[in-house]
């Protein structure tokens, strides 16, 4: 895509709705494809497909509420750029007042233009005014793009290390904390 992205200040940022669930999906593959070129095999992002995501999201943002689940996309003209997702944690283990970052993922065009700043605020804001105290995320180890953008926001490498996997392919995440109530990051997450 070629089409370049103005100032994130017209772009708008608001929950999503059931609709959304196919830009989001469409969004999400765009953004695997993207951003973890050379991190995952290429015969797996090759295989990913919308439609399966579409289901889930769409899942997700009708059960939004029942599992304090939130969803926020970002759009300009009416066209998705990007979304965050948050919610209780997905594993047990956490301190009430702790919430995570599920996802947050924008179109390549938008990357570096202030549009995953205000996602990422407005979807922190949410979680502060539905009383979380503190935050977590997992982020892949080698996504160095994603790393500094948390660590641009404040956010801190706590030592939480877990292993996913995608097919025969094994993940290696990282696990970041963000202390909602004063911005910054402490070292250990309120388990
Ligand atoms: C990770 C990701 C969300 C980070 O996005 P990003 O492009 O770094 O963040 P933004 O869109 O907010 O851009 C921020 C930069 O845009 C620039 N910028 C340009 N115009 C701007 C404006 N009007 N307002 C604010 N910033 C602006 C600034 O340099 C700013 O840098 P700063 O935060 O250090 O000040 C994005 O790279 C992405 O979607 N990656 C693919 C998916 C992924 O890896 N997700 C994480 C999974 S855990």
Not at 52 to 58: C, D, K, V
Request: a positive charge; aromatic letters at 8%; charged letters at 25%.
């Amino acid at each position: 895509m070629t089409q370049t992205v103005p100032p994130a200040v017209t772009v708008r940022v608001r929950r999503a709705t059931a609709d959304d669930a196919r830009a989001i999906a469409a969004v999400h593959v765009h953004a695997w494809r993207w951003a973890y070129r050379g991190l995952l095999p290429s015969s797996l992002l090759a295989r990913m497909s919308d439609a399966p995501r579409e289901a889930t999201w769409r899942e997700t943002i009708v059960a939004d509420g029942a599992r304090r689940a939130s969803v926020w996309v970002a759009e300009l003209s009416g066209r998705m750029l990007g979304f965050v997702a948050t919610g209780a944690p997905q594993q047990p283990g956490y301190a009430e007042d702790t919430a995570e970052v599920y996802a947050i993922y924008q179109l390549q065009e938008a990357a570096k233009t202030g549009v995953a700043r205000r996602m990422l605020a407005r979807a922190l804001d949410d979680l502060r005014a539905r009383g979380f105290r503190c935050a977590i995320l997992w982020v892949l180890e080698t996504n160095g793009r994603a790393r500094d953008f948390y660590e641009r926001k404040g956010w801190c490498i706590d030592g939480g290390a877990r292993t996913d996997a995608v097919g025969r392919f094994v993940l290696h995440e990282v696990r970041y904390h963000l202390d909602l109530a004063s911005g910054a990051s402490t070292n250990a997450p309120r388990a």
